[in-house]
């Protein structure tokens, strides 16, 4: 009995060290359902289909499922009795899932999203205009008290169920509150950004895990805790990321956000910078 146990934990042990190294999506019954499966530090992230046939972010931590098998329940990965999460933080708005198109990261799709779309719902729009989505943020000019309008914007993706709204000019959604924007740079040509220019760089996949918003140059990121350790990253405007320091090795300019770095970038980044107007 003792060799028996001791050949089931082995196994077991291996299946754990299979599940944090794996990269390619295992089988399962959500296939049948699920598109753009990839799996990242552990975890298996998809687009699944719920009961309305609207397309969600899910994902699900793979070492809690064992040997059960992998399925769809209404849009979230499941295992037995163990429910995995929602990735997307409203279910079927513009600019949800893994980015445009969904093409899907690590997947052969356009893992570096265009930052552009089209603007959300909202009981805004009755008094705001020139909406739009860049960078995961919502831009739009307002009516303010004096029904003069004012230029704000919004990290949507913290609204979550809540409605987006227009408070005396300033966009807002339950206790999130926006933040105005000057305007400069307004109508420039790129669906709206005002100039602004950042870049908010996670060493996780799907923005979680540490974080740090860069709003110029890093030419060495070995003097910051990110050095290779960057998977995942929100921009406003267009950012330059090179493999190493002082803007060297391979470099690619990045816009709007990126849910998963692939292409060899992933973990591998060691400088970046903004580029306006086609300069840095």
């Not at 064992?66 to 997307?88: P, T």
């Not at 996949?205 to 974080?211: E, I, L, M, P, V």
């Not at 002082?246 to 992933?266: K, S």
Request: glycine share 20%; with cysteine.
């Amino acid at each position: 009995m003792s060799i028996l146990l001791g050949a089931a934990l082995a196994a077991a042990m291996a299946s754990g060290q299979d599940y944090a190294q794996q990269r390619v999506a295992p089988r399962g019954g959500y296939t049948q359902s699920c598109s753009e499966a990839y799996v990242n530090r552990g975890r298996l992230y998809a687009d699944c289909r719920d009961t309305r046939g609207r397309m969600r972010g899910t994902s699900i931590e793979l070492n809690r499922c064992g040997g059960e098998e992998i399925n769809n329940d209404n849009g979230l990965l499941v295992c037995g009795r163990f429910r995995g999460d929602y990735e997307d933080s409203q279910p079927g708005r513009p600019g949800g899932g893994w980015g445009p198109g969904n093409g899907g990261p690590g997947n052969g799709g356009p893992d570096w999203g265009a930052g552009a779309g089209r603007a959300p719902q909202g009981s805004y729009r009755q008094s705001c205009t020139d909406a739009s989505v860049r960078g995961g943020r919502l831009f739009a000019r307002c009516e303010g008290g004096g029904r003069d309008r004012r230029a704000s914007s919004l990290d949507y993706s913290r609204c979550g169920r809540f409605d987006i709204a227009n408070e005396n000019g300033l966009l807002v959604c339950g206790p999130v509150r926006g933040q105005w924007e000057g305007e400069g740079g307004w109508g420039g040509g790129n669906g709206g950004g005002w100039g602004r220019s950042s870049i908010t760089v996670y060493d996780d996949a799907n923005f979680r895990g540490a974080s740090r918003e860069f709003t110029s140059e890093d030419r060495n990121l070995g003097r910051t805790p990110f050095n290779d350790r960057i998977s995942s990253m929100r921009v406003e405007g267009r950012w330059e990321v090179c493999t190493d320091a002082e803007f060297r090795g391979r470099c690619r300019i990045v816009e709007g956000d990126v849910r998963f770095l692939n292409g060899g970038f992933n973990d591998n980044i060691s400088s970046l910078r903004p580029v306006r107007g086609g300069r840095y």
